[in-house]
């Protein structure tokens, strides 16, 4: 089928759902085109890029001229309806639900009613909305009404972690019979073409290939509170682990603990083959705080994880690893100091992480975004993980860390 994705930023070479997913389904025999506007991500040095068609992952890319933007949020597209009408898809794809633009993707399936529509969230409450006057105005009454009027040409909601399709439901008001889970997945087939050793890898980044690796990678922020992992792997007297840390540093303080600690490797922004070979080089991954798609790309490589418990990342964890409950620097301590000395267990994990790999394949993601065109009943993913002990509801924590 012809399969148009719309969204808001993109950013070429990256590896978000958005550079994903469309891949997958064009892997699977589907003509598929992404329609994007000419911003990157507000983290990206050049923001603005060309109008105007390409290929990037294996698949089209249509930048189209924008008339505004509300920065980092959504855009205002020029032509978007026209140029729906000129693609004529079978399945639109909106990636984030909070966008203007799906206004004119509702036009369009009003206009072409046989056009299957179905929009993402990426939005949970440790991401957005964290201010209640924000979170009461912006989503709880504007893009509540919003979604009230232009529900009726929407054939399906997809979160694409439990806690985002919960979001969609509680905050948005979208009937829970309307929500599936349409997870992030792992991108297991780019991991076949990775070929960087890991000697000339480690050797580049000044990493002491003799010792285990824990790993953590991201923007360095103080919301993430790595200050808190820095200080209870300095406390752990093992020189046989090495800490490395690569994104961009945002947070004054880390740079002074790294400094403390001859252990600790820091390396800056890291481009997708090289992030994907630390993290199949290493031996434990941790994040304390809020969900990153790297969590995706570690599960990809069957590594063990120690990560903050809440409603998105409570599918990223099946006897692979450990949650953090108070993200106290004491509570990683403990437990990066039993994984460190009980390597047996730490093998373990990585068996049973390879295999939710599989699980959460893009090849399975794409397949069932597929099979919903035909039948919007819930499929295995959204089975497996909004039904599992893990997504408990009446747990305080599930929606907010």
């Given at each position: 089928?012809?399969?148009?994705?719309?969204?808001?930023?993109?950013?070429?070479?990256?590896?978000y759902?958005?550079?994903?997913l469309?891949?997958?389904?064009a892997?699977?025999?589907?003509?598929?085109?992404?329609?994007?506007?000419?911003?990157?991500?507000?983290f990206?040095?050049?923001?603005?890029?060309?109008?105007?068609?390409?290929?990037?992952?294996?698949?089209?890319?249509?930048?189209?001229?924008?008339?505004?933007?509300f920065?980092?949020?959504f855009?205002?597209?020029?032509d978007l309806?026209?140029?729906?009408?000129?693609?004529?898809p079978?399945?639109?794809?909106?990636?984030?639900?909070?966008s203007?633009s799906?206004?004119?993707?509702?036009?369009?399936?009003?206009?072409?009613?046989?056009t299957?529509?179905?929009?993402?969230?990426h939005?949970?409450?440790n991401?957005?909305?964290?201010?209640?006057?924000?979170?009461?105005?912006?989503?709880?009454l504007?893009?509540?009404?919003?979604?009230?009027?232009?529900?009726?040409?929407?054939?399906?909601?997809f979160?694409?972690?439990?806690?985002?399709?919960?979001?969609?439901?509680?905050?948005?008001?979208?009937?829970?019979?309307k929500?599936?889970?349409?997870?992030?997945?792992?991108?297991?087939?780019?991991?076949?073409?990775?070929?960087i050793s890991?000697?000339?890898?480690?050797?580049?980044?000044?990493?002491?290939?003799?010792?285990?690796?824990?790993v953590?990678?991201?923007?360095?922020?103080?919301?993430?509170?790595?200050?808190?992992?820095?200080?209870?792997?300095?406390?752990?007297?093992n020189?046989?682990w090495?800490?490395?840390?690569?994104?961009?540093?945002?947070?004054?303080?880390?740079?002074?603990l790294?400094?403390?600690d001859?252990?600790?490797?820091?390396?800056?922004?890291l481009?997708?083959?090289?992030?994907?070979?630390v993290?199949?080089?290493?031996?434990?991954g941790?994040?304390?705080t809020q969900?990153?798609?790297?969590?995706?790309?570690?599960?990809a490589?069957?590594?063990?994880?120690?990560?903050?418990?809440y409603?998105?990342?409570?599918h990223?964890?099946?006897?692979s690893?450990?949650f953090?409950y108070?993200e106290?620097?004491?509570?990683?301590?403990?437990?990066?100091?039993?994984?460190?000395?009980?390597?047996?267990?730490?093998?373990?994990?990585?068996?049973?992480?390879?295999?939710?790999?599989?699980?959460l394949?893009?090849?399975?993601?794409?397949?069932?975004?597929?099979?919903?065109?035909?039948?919007?009943?819930?499929?295995?993913l959204?089975?497996?993980f909004?039904?599992?002990?893990?997504f408990d509801?009446?747990?305080?924590?599930?929606?907010k860390?």
């Amino acid at each position: 089928m012809k399969i148009v994705h719309i969204q808001p930023y993109y950013n070429d070479g990256f590896g978000y759902h958005e550079n994903l997913l469309p891949l997958y389904q064009a892997m699977q025999g589907h003509e598929v085109i992404l329609l994007t506007s000419t911003l990157k991500s507000g983290f990206n040095k050049e923001r603005v890029a060309p109008a105007g068609e390409f290929i990037d992952n294996g698949f089209s890319v249509k930048r189209l001229p924008i008339a505004g933007e509300f920065k980092d949020r959504f855009v205002i597209f020029k032509d978007l309806y026209s140029e729906l009408k000129q693609q004529k898809p079978d399945y639109i794809f909106h990636h984030h639900a909070m966008s203007l633009s799906v206004k004119v993707v509702c036009k369009y399936k009003k206009d072409h009613p046989k056009t299957f529509v179905a929009l993402d969230n990426h939005a949970d409450l440790n991401i957005t909305g964290r201010y209640k006057i924000w979170k009461c105005l912006y989503y709880n009454l504007f893009w509540k009404r919003f979604f009230k009027k232009f529900d009726s040409f929407v054939d399906l909601y997809f979160g694409v972690t439990p806690l985002r399709c919960l979001f969609l439901e509680e905050e948005m008001g979208i009937k829970s019979d309307k929500i599936r889970l349409l997870p992030l997945g792992t991108d297991t087939a780019k991991l076949e073409s990775f070929s960087i050793s890991k000697k000339s890898l480690f050797s580049e980044l000044g990493i002491d290939p003799s010792k285990k690796i824990i790993v953590h990678g991201g923007k360095i922020t103080p919301e993430k509170k790595c200050d808190r992992l820095i200080q209870a792997f300095s406390k752990i007297d093992n020189p046989d682990w090495q800490l490395v840390l690569f994104g961009r540093i945002e947070h004054d303080v880390i740079r002074d603990l790294i400094m403390k600690d001859s252990r600790i490797v820091y390396i800056d922004w890291l481009n997708r083959e090289k992030t994907i070979s630390v993290l199949k080089y290493s031996d434990i991954g941790i994040w304390n705080t809020q969900h990153t798609a790297l969590l995706e790309d570690a599960v990809a490589v069957g590594l063990p994880l120690i990560l903050r418990f809440y409603g998105s990342t409570c599918h990223l964890i099946r006897k692979s690893g450990f949650f953090l409950y108070d993200e106290s620097t004491r509570e990683i301590q403990d437990k990066l100091t039993f994984l460190l000395e009980h390597p047996t267990i730490v093998e373990e994990f990585k068996n049973n992480a390879k295999e939710l790999s599989h699980t959460l394949s893009y090849n399975n993601v794409a397949k069932e975004s597929i099979e919903y065109y035909y039948d919007t009943s819930p499929k295995a993913l959204h089975v497996e993980f909004m039904n599992d002990k893990y997504f408990d509801r009446s747990y305080p924590y599930i929606r907010k860390i």
